[in-house]
């Protein structure tokens, strides 16, 4: 018989949620299905034999296992150096995100903070009304950011939508009760937000540090702008120019064997470059879900 989880046992499903639990299951297993099968298919290519990934002969497992493209992209010494420089932006910058967004969060959750209410219209037109692309370079080249390490930093210091995240969480998940009884027992404002907001608030703290450092580890725009050096350029910009140099233009190819291997790497070295860019922040998803899910169910529940 079957029983839903939160029923007492014993006691009969109707015919027509049986129904509903089922077709929820089926629809849920395919959705499942559809978002997995990408995934494997990548990591099976990244790891098969290039002729065999241009003639389509990869389907779930790998086929004639090598790591050729593994082997084409550490052969750069480059991309020691770009994973360096994207780790730095991504710790730094996810650091000055996470610190910036609280303590711009906790005031604006204060309901005794004059004009509060005019502080949220200013940074909510900021989501939809920007300067543009050609006054912020501007702007980054009057302030001598041009070429440095803040320049891929601090334009994104802060994210509203996150910072709006942070404030409602406080607002519905931390009693104000808790506020009169520390300023009774003479606490300060910084102290009640360094020794009792932050420690209540590791859920949303954790949402705000993934959504940043997913941010800053995908981030290769700013770089194209900004950086002149290659020294500071960032692990995807590095694998995008290691991918342009595998491409060929078949017209200017006369050695048919040449041109069929170059076009067997780039295939594979496709694949390869997406596992190298997704892998490292996906294994960091397992250590903060916990407090991801917590997180994500701000507002959900009211009374």
């Given amino acids: 018989m079957v029983t839903h ?24 297993t395919l959705l499942f299905l559809s978002v997995l099968y990408p995934i494997v298919f990548v990591i099976s290519a990244s790891f098969s034999e290039g002729r065999m990934v241009s003639a389509g ?43 910036v967004c609280m303590m711009c969060a906790y005031p604006l959750s204060r309901r005794d903070l004059p004009c509060r209410n005019v502080f949220m219209l200013i940074f909510a ?37 996150n910072m709006i995240l942070a404030r409602t969480f406080m607002q519905t998940s931390i009693p104000g009760e808790l506020l009169e009884a520390a300023t ?14 932050l420690p209540l608030s590791k859920a949303i703290i954790a949402v705000v540090a993934m959504y940043s450092a997913v941010a800053h580890w995908n981030t290769y725009f700013n770089a194209m702008l900004y950086l002149d050096s290659m020294e500071k350029m960032p692990l995807q910009i590095i ?25 067997d790497l780039a295939d594979v070295l496709k694949y390869a470059l997406i596992m190298i860019s997704t892998v490292p922040i996906l294994l960091v998803y397992p250590f903060i879900q916990k407090y991801f899910v917590q997180g994500m169910m701000i507002g959900s529940v009211k009374g």
């Fill in 57 to 99: 002969k990869v389907i779930l497992w790998p086929v004639h296992p090598s790591v050729e493209g593994y082997a084409a992209v550490f052969r750069n010494r480059r991309v020691l150096l770009g994973f360096g420089n994207t780790l730095t932006y991504t710790l730094l910058g996810t650091l000055i995100n996470v610190c």
């Fill in 239 to 263: 694998l995008r120019e290691i991918l342009l140099a595998n491409q060929f233009d078949a017209s200017m190819m006369v050695d048919p064997e040449l041109q069929e291997a170059r076009a």
């Fill in 125 to 161: 037109f900021t989501m939809y009304f920007g300067g543009g692309m050609i006054p912020n370079y501007l702007l980054m080249r009057n302030l001598g950011m041009l070429d440095t390490l803040w320049v891929m930093i601090l334009p994104g210091a802060l994210s509203v939508y």
């Fill in 5 to 28: 989880p939160t029923r007492p046992a014993g006691i009969r499903i109707p015919r027509s949620d049986r129904a509903f639990y089922i077709a929820s299951y089926v629809v849920l």
């Fill in 184 to 197: 009774l027992d003479g606490c300060s404002d910084l102290r009640y937000f360094l020794q009792i907001v």
